[in-house]
């Protein structure tokens, strides 16, 4: 069953904006941290930009200044303001939130949206 569900992918000219968004799902417990990755063909899945609880934010080199992360905690909703956008910003990005396995809360885990294609021509 889904549990992330990705939205604003598309294609844009360089130097244009999209905003991304990723809803969360009540079945998953325990939320603290919630971002975003990407994963471009023939590299590795990349870290883009995480907010933690208590508002802290981690961003890659590549994309400060351009791209901005904000969360909606009671709608459980994270977003990814993307300006500037660059041919290299190409990838699938995918919503990522750190939770509890399960209620009982002895451990943590990692939860992966599907992934929504950016796309960015120049």
């Known amino acids: 069953q889904v549990q992330l569900v990705e939205s604003g992918g598309g294609l844009v000219q360089a130097g244009g904006s999209l905003r991304l968004s990723c809803v969360g799902s009540?079945?998953?417990?325990?939320?603290?941290?919630m971002g975003w990755y990407r994963q471009a063909p023939g590299n590795e899945r990349e870290l883009v930009a995480t907010m933690a609880n208590d508002g802290s934010t981690n961003y890659a080199d590549s994309v400060k200044g351009r791209f901005t992360i904000s969360r909606d905690n009671a709608k459980m909703i994270v977003y990814l303001q993307m300006t500037g956008l660059k041919a290299e910003d190409t990838a699938v990005y995918y919503c990522?939130?750190?939770?509890?396995?399960?209620?009982?809360?002895?451990?943590?885990?990692?939860?992966w949206g599907q992934g929504t294609q950016v796309t960015v021509s120049s």
């Open positions: 990522y939130v750190n939770g509890w396995k399960t209620r009982g809360g002895l451990s943590r885990q990692d939860y």
């Open positions: 009540v079945t998953i417990p325990g939320i603290n941290t």
